[in-house]
């Protein structure tokens, strides 16, 4: 069982940059990949980005993000990162960590087995 702690969330303007990160605990680090999530009101949860278990190793964006956000991870610090550029009113959302069920990456749901509690992004316009 992994415990996925989140924080950075917060309020940017249109075109801005925020990071948010994940601190985890539990399995040993580099034994899982990470990704990142996100959910909007009245939408489902949607896949952002995920990093398999090496630090600097394979990474996967939604094409919503990519060239503009970038997943990456510490495995010292048992931590995961999510760097947001140029950020969008539409990438308003609950972000979350999530810790794959294996070192394999994935891009689905399904793929991870243990979540945080979210952290909030709102982008004003």
């Known amino acids: 069982q992994v415990t996925l702690v989140e924080s950075g969330g917060g309020l940017v303007q249109t075109g801005g940059s925020l990071m948010v990160y994940c601190t985890t605990s539990g399995r040993t680090f580099s034994d899982y990949s990470l990704g990142w999530f996100r959910q909007a009101p009245g939408k489902e949860r949607e896949f952002v980005a995920a990093i398999s278990w090496r630090s600097g190793g394979i990474t996967y964006y939604a094409d919503s993000v990519k060239g503009r956000f970038t997943i990456s991870r510490d495995n010292a610090k048992n931590t995961v990162y999510l760097q947001m550029n140029s950020l969008k009113p539409e990438d308003t959302a609950v972000y979350y960590c999530?810790?794959?069920?294996?070192?394999?990456?994935?891009?689905?749901?399904?793929?991870?087995?243990?979540w945080g509690q979210g952290t909030q992004v709102t982008v004003s316009s």
């Open positions: 999530a810790a794959g069920r294996t070192a394999v990456v994935g891009t689905h749901l399904g793929d991870f087995g243990s």
